[in-house]
């Protein structure tokens, strides 16, 4: 019997090569189209139903709060999995993938049938991002199972951004092109082709994969853990997840994620009602032909990966931020021309603003592997997941906010989505207020993470002095031989003295 379990695929290494990165990188087909489907195209879509902006708002913003809490604990849930004859038969990771999906295919296309019961769409959607989690969360360790060569781990984890840009660009495009015919079931249509390619993609990731084997060795690592009960277990989540605000590069990078994340999920959310009732002669798929132009991020992303080397995080941040701004602005005196029908004009603003989206997104989860190296010299210990985790709540949670704002906002300005649904049929002041809160409210929110970002230190150079540092401890080296450079930069990145870095006892 146990030698049927370790022959299994699930547990049978192959070669990783670019091919077999892409399959792996399949499911952010989905996990890139959905973020875009809940701050682009869900919003608007609850809206046309006659539902008000306020319960619309509502619908995305409890569900997400509601995942976001269920996400901090799901990861833990799949760690401990192994212990149950399900895991060990079909892997502590693979089972919740497989059980993800299938949910996912069931409870996708239900979400696009036309009801006027808000509380519908709300339970139907805190479902779809429960069966998510299960999909993504445990998805997402597979690089760290399937391998410990960093290299091939780089394969793997260097194909998700190119497919989920590739997954955005999808998700718009389809519904794009099916709105055009004017069929009043588009949105049903669009979710079902959109349920059979991701469902293809996530399976096809799923059976090409494979964990880590149950050697004795390995159980015996895992069985080391501490065994806590649920309240000891929620006591130390919760004192690690705040923990992580003891470090200040994480500080500044999270508050730069959020501000400028944010700022992006009200221009996606907002885009298609600023284009339809603000500016006139505008067609309904006119706003999904204008998202589909997020094709042109996978070519910025392109030129970042090579950015990042020769110019650093902060370069590309500055870059990123003043090319949305600017086409924020684009948006603003297109708008303010009157022009009716301004298609040509829109796409090349739009252009401009997804070529600094493509890199706005890039850019934090590529600094992101060094913000653990700060907390290391500072904790001696090891908290990758930890900061994943925070980093993932705060972004899900933030984004509930966005979308929730924005509808109390139109809600605020009068604006009635039962009744005004083009520009002819929408009096001018709310033209106006629709306006204000779309270009406002990104540039306030992309402005301070500019600013934020220029004060950002960890770069190449500085992480390369305190990895040497990092090095020369784990090694035995004593605290008081530490040169003035390298004291001197722990303690910009760690906020902290270095007297105070690196205990004797770790913080696990």
């Given at each position: 019997m146990a030698e049927k379990k370790k022959s299994s695929w699930v547990y049978t290494p192959k070669e990783i090569n670019t091919a077999r990165g892409l399959r792996y990188g399949l499911t952010d087909l989905m996990g890139g189209g959905w973020n875009n489907i809940v701050s682009g195209v869900i919003f608007v879509f609850v809206l046309s139903q006659g539902i008000s902006p306020l319960f619309t708002g509502a619908v995305l913003g409890i569900g997400r709060i509601i995942d976001a809490i269920w996400s901090l604990f799901f990861g833990a849930i799949t760690d401990r999995f192994y212990r149950t004859r399900l895991g060990k038969r079909f892997g502590?990771?693979?089972?919740?993938?497989?059980?993800?999906?299938?949910?996912?295919?069931?409870?996708?296309?239900?979400?696009?049938?036309?009801?006027t019961s808000w509380q519908y769409y709300l339970w139907v959607y805190v479902a779809i991002e429960v069966a998510i989690s299960m999909i993504l969360i445990p998805w997402e360790t597979l690089p760290t199972e399937m391998t410990p060569d960093y290299k091939k781990r780089t394969t793997l984890s260097g194909n998700r951004m190119f497919i989920s840009a590739t997954g955005t660009a999808i998700v718009f495009f389809t519904l794009a092109v099916l709105k055009s015919f004017n069929n009043?079931?588009?949105?049903?249509?669009?979710?079902?082709?959109?349920?059979?390619?991701?469902?293809?993609?996530?399976?096809?990731?799923?059976?090409?994969?494979?964990?880590?084997?149950?050697?004795?060795?390995?159980?015996?690592?895992?069985?080391?853990?501490?065994?806590?009960?649920?309240?000891?277990?929620?006591?130390?989540?919760?004192?690690?997840?705040?923990?992580?605000?003891?470090?200040?590069?994480?500080?500044?990078h999270l508050l730069v994620y959020l501000l400028s994340f944010t700022g992006k999920d009200f221009y996606s959310t907002l885009l298609p009602t600023f284009i339809v009732v603000g500016i006139s002669g505008m067609s309904a798929n006119s706003p999904w032909i204008l998202q589909a132009l997020s094709a042109f991020?996978?070519?910025?992303?392109?030129?970042?990966?090579?950015?990042?080397?020769?110019?650093?995080?902060?370069?590309?941040?500055?870059?990123s931020y003043v090319s949305i701004i600017i086409a924020m602005i684009g948006y603003f005196i297109v708008y303010m021309t009157g022009v009716n029908n301004p298609m040509w004009m829109l796409i090349i603003v739009s252009i401009l603003y997804q070529l600094g989206r493509g890199i706005l997104e890039f850019t934090p989860w590529n600094v992101f592997p060094f913000?653990?190296?700060?907390?290391?010299?500072?904790?001696?210990?090891?908290?990758?997941?930890?900061?994943?985790?925070?980093?993932?709540?705060?972004?899900?949670s933030t984004g509930a906010l966005a979308t929730y704002v924005a509808g109390w906002l139109l809600e605020a300005i009068g604006f009635d989505s039962a009744t005004m649904t083009t520009h002819a049929n929408t009096p001018l002041g709310i033209q106006h207020g629709?306006?204000?809160?779309?270009?406002?409210?990104?540039?306030?929110l992309i402005a301070l993470a500019l600013i934020?970002?220029?004060?950002?230190?960890?770069?190449?150079?500085?992480?390369?002095?305190?990895?040497?540092?990092?090095?020369?401890?784990?090694?035995?080296?004593?605290?008081?031989?530490?040169?003035?450079?390298?004291?001197?930069?722990?303690?910009?990145?760690?906020?902290?003295?270095?007297?105070?870095?690196?205990p004797d006892e770790a913080d696990i």
């Open positions: 502590r990771r693979h089972f919740w993938i497989a059980v993800g999906g299938v949910l996912f295919a069931i409870l996708f296309p239900m979400f696009w049938i036309s009801t009043p079931n588009a949105y049903l249509y669009t979710g079902i082709t959109w349920t059979i390619i991701f469902v293809i993609a996530i399976f096809t990731s799923w059976r090409s994969t494979w964990e880590r084997p149950l050697t004795p060795e390995f159980l015996a690592e895992l069985d080391a853990q501490p065994r806590l009960g649920f309240g000891g277990f929620l006591k130390k989540t919760v004192t690690d997840y705040f923990g992580t605000f003891r470090n200040k590069s994480f500080r500044k991020g996978i070519l910025s992303t392109i030129a970042a990966v090579k950015i990042m080397v020769s110019h650093g995080p902060k370069y590309l941040f500055t870059l913000i653990p190296d700060v907390d290391r010299i500072y904790t001696h210990g090891d908290k990758a997941g930890v900061y994943a985790s925070v980093m993932t709540f705060f972004r899900k629709i306006m204000m809160i779309f270009i406002v409210v990104p540039i306030v934020a970002a220029r004060t950002f230190k960890l770069n190449r150079e500085n992480h390369d002095v305190l990895k040497s540092e990092l090095k020369r401890l784990e090694d035995g080296g004593s605290k008081a031989d530490v040169t003035p450079k390298a004291r001197e930069v722990v303690e910009m990145l760690t906020g902290h003295p270095y007297d105070e870095c690196w």
